[in-house]
């Protein structure tokens, strides 16, 4: 598994649960790969972001997350 | 109606903001907005941001300022858009399976499939915080205005309507494949287009 194929697995990870035979792919790139993991944990704020914005898309009522 | 003073000066805060017509103009400019890129229907786009304002109108409900009534009344458009979108899903034609070009991959991977060095994601540290801040948001919306239509359109019912995959398959016409490929295309170019202008300040490349 290279970078293009764990970023996009990590984007269905958002859609749906991986395979074992997924999981364990991408697990060992991501022990090598300290850009692959950044963007895991991107993506994951990418949609707490998102719900943040939708709930408030102006932010004045947003309550500073703990 | 038996308002406690409370309760009369909440509303008098609602009434307050809607005979601002600035304020009423500017609300009503974002929703059509969001609207019509969400049906893709101007007429319906419109039709649904009416009947959100007519539904804040009839919650008895009291608001804390501007900012509560904006958010409570583009809650109610996001539950208007939602079941417009699972009402058309009904009649859904056959998917059309197409992607829209997008040349974003290959400009941030190189040819063996690895990051380019400018396109590899830096460690963000605790991008939290930047949830508190006025100025990310105004980032955030350019980068999202920025995305491609049709990525933009299903990445906003995926993670702002909050449709499940299946849903907005069916509204868009679109195979399973299809729609996670416009995701995963929407998700790069919007952690790129934060890190460029958001979090390149500070961080280390990892």
């Known amino acids: ?66 | 109606m038996d308002n406690t003073d409370a309760s009369a000066a909440t509303s008098s805060d609602a009434a307050d903001a809607l005979n601002d017509p600035q304020f009423v103009a500017d609300l009503r400019r974002r929703m059509v907005r969001f609207a019509t890129l969400q049906l893709s229907d101007p007429h319906l786009a419109e039709d649904a941001v009416q009947e959100a304002f007519i539904g804040a109108l009839r919650g008895s409900r009291s608001f804390a300022g501007r900012a509560a009534y904006r958010s409570w009344v583009f809650g109610i458009l996001r539950h208007k858009i939602a079941d417009q979108l699972r009402a058309r899903t009904r009649y859904a034609a056959a998917p059309v399976n197409e992607v829209e070009p997008d040349p974003t991959p290959d400009a941030f991977f190189e040819p063996d499939g690895h990051w380019t060095e400018d396109a590899a994601p830096a460690d963000w540290g605790d991008p939290q915080a930047a949830l508190r801040d006025d100025q990310f948001w105004r980032v955030f919306e350019a980068c999202l205005d920025h995305l491609p239509g049709k990525q933009a359109r299903v990445f906003m019912m995926r993670e702002f309507v909050e449709l499940e995959s299946p849903e907005i398959c069916s509204a868009v016409g679109i195979s399973t494949s299809n729609l996670n490929v416009s995701l995963y295309r929407a998700r790069l170019r919007l952690r790129g287009c934060l890190e460029q202008h958001w979090f390149a300040d500070g961080v280390v490349r990892s």
């Open chain 1, 1 to 66: 598994m290279n970078c293009h194929d764990a970023t996009r697995t990590m984007s269905e990870e958002q859609e749906r649960s991986l395979t074992l035979g997924e999981q364990m792919g991408l697990n060992v790139h991501l022990v090598v790969c300290p850009p692959c993991r950044s963007f895991r944990r991107q993506v994951a704020f990418l949609r707490e972001s998102m719900r943040a914005y939708a709930r408030d898309p102006d932010g004045d009522e947003r309550e500073p997350s703990q």
